[in-house]
């Protein structure tokens, strides 16, 4: 009876050991599979890509903060070209805040011109009203991430001063005007009063 005891406390304790063996090596599977899959370097992406960007890729960008400005014009189109041009220096001007992601399409319904931010937010943009004003406008209303020209926007813009109030008039002037209706009054008051007195002397 006794050894039936001990023969399962043994089998008992060989469980919990086993049990315990199998808990680390499952966390330390799961470590390597979170962790390693993590480890690598971040995917770096440059300010202006002529070709789709990968779904990891577009996904880092966005996950980083910054925004992305998606022109996918059809190919060999003259009246793009200039829209592409802008699109590109107004890139590598935010460059570390915004990748444009810049090339050719086959078929019209292909084509995207719009801003897509760190929330997914998907803002379409206007070709033919395009200009830096405008684009630092929609990036500044829409990036999580604020470049320094959007930080900056508001400095040295004023407001129109006020118009000054009207001027009082002049306290010498006041007091000037007050004497001389004082000496008017008591002039012909004295005037009258003393021709009245003499007649009642003659």
């Given amino acids: ?4 005891i ?10 919990i050991g086993l049990l315990m063996i199998f808990s680390v090596a499952g966390f ?39 925004t992305i400005i998606q022109n996918h014009y059809i190919v060999g189109c003259t009246d793009c070209d200039a829209t592409s ?11 570390g805040f915004i990748v444009l992601e810049q090339f050719g399409v086959q078929f019209q319904n292909e084509t995207r ?17 395009l200009s830096q004003e405008s684009l630092l406008d929609t990036i500044c209303s829409v990036s999580y991430v604020q470049p320094k020209q959007c930080l900056l926007r508001g400095i040295g813009q004023t407001e129109p001063a006020a118009a000054p109030p009207a001027a009082e008039p002049a306290a010498n002037e006041t007091q000037n005007g007050a004497a001389d209706n004082i000496g008017n009054v008591t002039g012909n008051g004295t005037g009258n009063i003393s021709g009245a007195e003499g007649n009642a002397t003659l």
């Fill in 1 to 4: 009876m006794i050894g039936v």
């Fill in 6 to 15: 001990m023969m399962k406390e043994r089998a008992m304790a060989i469980f």
């Fill in 28 to 66: 330390a599977i799961m470590g390597i599979n979170f962790g390693g899959g993590n480890s690598g370097q971040q995917v770096q992406t440059p300010s202006v890509v002529d070709r789709a960007l990968t779904r990891d890729e577009f996904r880092s960008v966005l996950m980083s903060g910054k």
């Fill in 85 to 95: 041009s802008l699109l590109a220096g107004f890139a590598q001007q935010m460059e």
């Fill in 113 to 129: 011109l719009q801003v897509v931010s760190s929330d997914g937010k998907i803002t379409e943009l206007n070709s033919s009203a």
